[in-house]
C-alpha cells in the first residue's frame, strides 16, 4: 500500500505512462484514503474516449464511486490541478493534493490552498519530462486540453 | 432550435425532469453554440450510475464531445453551477452561464462573473420547485452531491 509521498506519487505516474501508451495525454492521479488505500486511479482519457470531461483528477474521482466524506483524502496528481479539477478538489472537500509537478502548467492550487486544502508539490523531474516533452510533440493536442483556442 | 433563454432554460428542465423520472438528482444542463444548436445535453447521474462525477454540466460537457473553443458557447443549467462546474466553465472558457434558479444553491456564479463569463439568473419558479421538493425529500443524497459530510 503506497504510504509515503513519492509512492503515491507513482500510482499517478503509473497512470499518466499508461495514457501515453494508449496515445493519450501523460496525467495520472489517484484519490487515495488517510490510510494510504486507493480509493480510485485514472488517467487523462481525451484521447482515448474522445472524452475532454476526463482529466485524470475526475477520471480518479469517478472510479472511487460514491463516496460520504472526502475530507481525509488526498488527490495525486501528477500534474498541478486546471480549475476544473481544482473546482472538484473545493466543492468535494478533498483535504489535501498531492502534485508531481506545477512548471509545465499552472493551474488552480494556490487558490485551493487559500481555501484550506493542504498542497505539496514534489517537482518531480520524471513528471516535468513527461509533459515537456508531450507538449513539444502535441501543442495543439495539449491547448485543446486546457481550453486555449489556437 | 432554441434560441431565447426561456426556450434554452426548456431544454435543461428536460433534462432535470428525465433524471428525475429516472430516481435521479433533478439538475439538468446543456451546451449550446451559439446558433441555437444544443452541442451536448445531459443530467445528473450520481444515483442512476452511481457516479459522481456526473453533475448536469459535466454530462452535457462530455456529450458535446471534443470541442476546439468554446467561447461563444452558452452552459444552460437549471441551478447555479458548484464549484466543480463552474472550474469547468472558468478552464474550457465557457462565454456565458444561463441559470435557471440560484435560490436552493449558490454555486460559483460569482467567481465566474469576476472572471468575465457572461452570467444570467432566470429565478425559475418551475426550477425553484424541482430542487425545493428533491432537497426536502432527499437531505442526504443532496449533500452527498454537494460534497456535504452528514
Same mark, same amino acid.
Given at each position: 500500500?503506497?504510504?509515503?509521498?513519492?509512492?503515491?506519487?507513482?500510482?499517478?505516474?503509473?497512470?499518466?505512462?499508461?495514457?501515453?501508451?494508449?496515445?493519450?495525454?501523460?496525467?495520472? /492521479?489517484?484519490?487515495?484514503? /488517510?490510510?494510504?488505500?486507493?480509493?480510485?486511479?485514472?488517467?487523462?482519457?481525451?484521447?482515448?474516449?474522445?472524452?475532454?470531461?476526463?482529466?485524470?483528477?475526475? /477520471?480518479?474521482?469517478? /472510479?472511487?464511486?460514491?463516496?460520504?466524506?472526502?475530507?481525509?483524502?488526498?488527490?495525486?496528481?501528477?500534474?498541478?490541478?486546471?480549475?476544473?479539477?481544482?473546482?472538484?478538489?473545493?466543492?468535494?472537500?478533498?483535504?489535501?493534493?498531492?502534485?508531481?509537478?506545477?512548471?509545465?502548467?499552472?493551474?488552480?492550487?494556490?487558490?485551493?490552498?487559500?481555501?484550506?486544502?493542504?498542497?505539496?508539490?514534489?517537482?518531480?523531474?520524471?513528471?516535468?519530462?513527461?509533459?515537456?516533452?508531450?507538449?513539444?510533440?502535441?501543442?495543439?493536442?495539449?491547448?485543446?486540453?486546457?481550453?486555449?483556442?489556437?
Amino acid at each position: 500500500m503506497p504510504v509515503t509521498d513519492h509512492e503515491l506519487l507513482a500510482v499517478a505516474v503509473a497512470e499518466a505512462k499508461a495514457g501515453l501508451a494508449e496515445g493519450g495525454i501523460p496525467i495520472g /492521479a489517484a484519490l487515495v484514503a /488517510a490510510d494510504g488505500t486507493v480509493l480510485g486511479r485514472g488517467h487523462n482519457r481525451r484521447v482515448q474516449d474522445g472524452d475532454p470531461s476526463m482529466h485524470a483528477e475526475t /477520471a480518479a474521482f469517478r /472510479a472511487a464511486g460514491r463516496q460520504r466524506d472526502y475530507r481525509t483524502t488526498t488527490m495525486v496528481t501528477t500534474l498541478s490541478p486546471c480549475w476544473y479539477c481544482s473546482g472538484l478538489v473545493r466543492q468535494f472537500g478533498i483535504g489535501r493534493v498531492l502534485i508531481g509537478e506545477s512548471r509545465t502548467f499552472h493551474g488552480g492550487h494556490d487558490w485551493l490552498a487559500e481555501h484550506g486544502v493542504e498542497i505539496t508539490i514534489l517537482d518531480d523531474p520524471e513528471c516535468v519530462a513527461l509533459m515537456t516533452d508531450f507538449i513539444a510533440a502535441n501543442p495543439q493536442l495539449w491547448n485543446e486540453d486546457i481550453g486555449e483556442p489556437s
